[in-house]
């Protein structure tokens, strides 16, 4: 009998990427890749290269875990997903990190933005807006893990410190700034100001490429010396930073393990976060044939363009494990010592927050005792279990800081192309819409920013 070229492996709900229509999708294998079939009855057939590593996307059901839900939902599930978005009540995962965009409104226009951010699109919202914002997530969060304060570009706004000011007085354990560094770079008494909110305070730094050709891609127009700038005030002040990465298919994806070593060397970096691009929002030079790059494409790059990490270094985070990829180290004395490989899969699932001793532990207590004898000071013991790994266990570890920590996120936001509906009611990355409802990242980006939302109206009546 005649054989299909592919293995079946699973089934899911996708969309159509023109019409946005849920369609029924197939997952096959295929020579070491993972396709997505599926077909629209107006728009036809698309296959869609979702992984390119088989064995680690099987791996990815193993890291399912019980879901945290959030205090409260916001919407009902009339419509199905992702036509219901508030949260709804068939959401599985509550808010691991909250965006509240203060401002459309940006000091560039990137032919890349998932917002359509530029200098005079949209408005500033209110201090009223605003407080509103974080009420909303206090409401459904209670004590919210992360709360990233972002754009357009958040710096543009007139009462930006007045908004942080109200930001640290909610009960936020960690606050977040997403910029592209301009006012960091051009004022380094703005700098100074936004050190007096540490701890528990960063900045989200747009770091795409060295090459000025790709940030002229990217962004416009070559940032380079905005970077560096940027950076050199950072570390001035030791705020931590997180580098974050907007990826492209052979844009540059050949400067992963550059940027890495590169963010190692910096003493204010605590990691860095890779993004390949959303199809969503404004995208100029970008074909989803051939530009798209895969979260296991990203991994792989970071294995083979580094000489840090091993495979079960970089491993699926639990709350979605379709879309994250997380990897921990410590920087010590100029060395590197890569954490999540000593990290037990059964702890990590039965219960995220338990808080691992590293004299209890064998393995683990080898390679602390490794890392003691770079000669960090183990007399200074701190009070706390130290909270070093988000996702992970707790690590009770002596004399060790947030300095000290170096994370690998890779960071999938799922589209119209790739979208999977498991994937998408586990999405713990979520938006506060000016309305209140608190969206997921990929789906706000899809249907709900101001247009769009006649296009989700359109397919609610479809759906009724």
Request: aromatic residues 8%.
């Amino acid at each position: 009998m005649p054989e299909r070229p592919y293995t079946y492996y699973d089934f899911t709900l996708s969309l159509c990427p023109q019409c946005l229509r849920r369609v029924d999708a197939k997952i096959v294998f295929e020579n070491n890749n993972v396709f997505m079939l599926k077909n629209c009855p107006d728009h036809g057939f698309h296959k869609v290269l979702i992984a390119t590593d088989v064995e680690y996307y099987k791996n990815i059901r193993n890291y399912n875990k019980p879901s945290e839900m959030p205090l409260k939902f916001n919407t009902k599930t009339h419509y199905g997903c992702p036509y219901d978005c508030g949260l709804c009540q068939d959401h599985e995962q509550h808010s691991c990190l909250t965006v509240v965009e203060i401002t459309d409104r940006c000091n560039l226009t990137c032919p890349t933005c998932y917002a359509m951010s530029s200098p005079h699109y949209g408005r500033h919202r209110t201090i009223a807006e605003v407080e509103h914002m974080f009420d909303i997530i206090v409401a459904n969060e209670g004590t919210p893990d992360v709360v990233q304060i972002s754009g357009g570009e958040p710096t543009v706004h007139p009462d930006f410190f007045e908004i942080l000011d109200i930001a640290k007085a909610k009960p936020i354990k960690h606050l977040m700034i997403n910029t592209n560094g301009i006012r960091i770079a051009k004022d380094k008494e703005f700098v100074r100001r936004l050190a007096s909110y540490m701890p528990d305070f960063e900045i989200y730094l747009q770091f795409d490429s060295f090459k000025p050709e790709v940030l002229k891609t990217l962004r416009g127009q070559d940032l380079t010396d905005i970077r560096k700038k940027a950076l050199e005030h950072l570390n001035e002040f030791n705020l931590s930073t997180t580098l974050v990465v907007t990826l492209q298919k052979s844009l540059n994806d050949d400067e992963i393990g550059s940027i890495i070593e590169y963010a190692l060397k910096q003493p204010c970096v605590r990691g860095v976060t890779l993004q390949p691009t959303q199809i969503a929002g404004r995208l100029e030079h970008f074909d989803p044939a051939t530009d798209r790059i895969t979260m296991t494409d990203v991994r792989q790059k970071i294995l083979d363009q580094t000489n840090i990490f091993q495979p079960n270094d970089l491993i699926p985070v639990p709350c979605n494990p379709d879309a994250l990829v997380m990897g921990y180290a410590l920087k010590l004395a100029g060395q590197v010592f890569p954490m999540t490989r000593y990290v037990d899969p059964a702890i990590l699932l039965n219960n995220s927050r338990n808080t691992i001793v590293y004299e209890q532990d064998e393995q683990l207590h080898a390679h602390m005792l490794k890392i003691f004898s770079t000669g960090i000071s183990v007399d200074r013991v701190d009070d706390n279990v130290k909270e070093l790994l988000c996702c992970l266990p707790h690590i009770h570890a002596p004399g060790l800081s947030y300095d000290n920590l170096f994370r690998i996120i890779i960071m999938r936001f799922i589209d119209a192309w790739d979208f999977d509906v498991r994937a998408i009611k586990k999405s713990c990355v979520h938006i506060v819409h000016k309305d209140g409802r608190i969206i997921p990242f990929e789906t706000m980006n899809m249907f709900y920013r101001d247009e769009k939302e006649e296009i989700v109206k359109r397919l609610q009546l479809e759906n009724v």
